[in-house]
């Protein structure tokens, strides 16, 4: 499934708010009183959810998943059938199997 990638730039506002998201449990419950496990994951990364499709128009449902879907921790696009390589260094794409030129000039 094609998702929609984050730059650095937003990369690093959604990084910033799953780090808020993270700290949130212990200031909820000592604000509310309550153990942790009355602090759903939906709740608690609700802002990180929503500000993601802020960005993208895409609804996430997974907060871990955007953390995956950083732009600058895979390759270009494959030359023959355009889905991202795997990794920037990459020596073949995972997806059609296509050997990218500059790899093989190496």
């Known amino acids: 499934m094609e998702m929609p990638m984050l730059d ?4 690093q506002i959604i990084s910033e708010i799953w780090r808020q998201c993270g700290l949130a449990p212990k200031e909820w419950r000592l604000k509310h009183n309550l153990p942790l496990e009355n602090l759903s994951f939906e709740e608690r990364f609700r802002p990180m959810l929503n500000k993601y499709q802020e960005l993208t128009e895409f609804e996430e449902t997974n907060h871990i998943a955007i953390l995956h879907h ?3 921790i895979y390759g270009e696009p494959c030359e023959n059938c355009r889905k991202p390589l795997r990794t920037p260094k990459a020596n073949f794409c995972a997806a059609c199997g296509k050997i990218p030129s500059k790899s093989s000039e190496n």
Do not use: A
Request: glycine share 0%.
């Open 8 to 11: 650095e730039k937003e990369y």
């Open 70 to 72: 950083r732009l600058s």
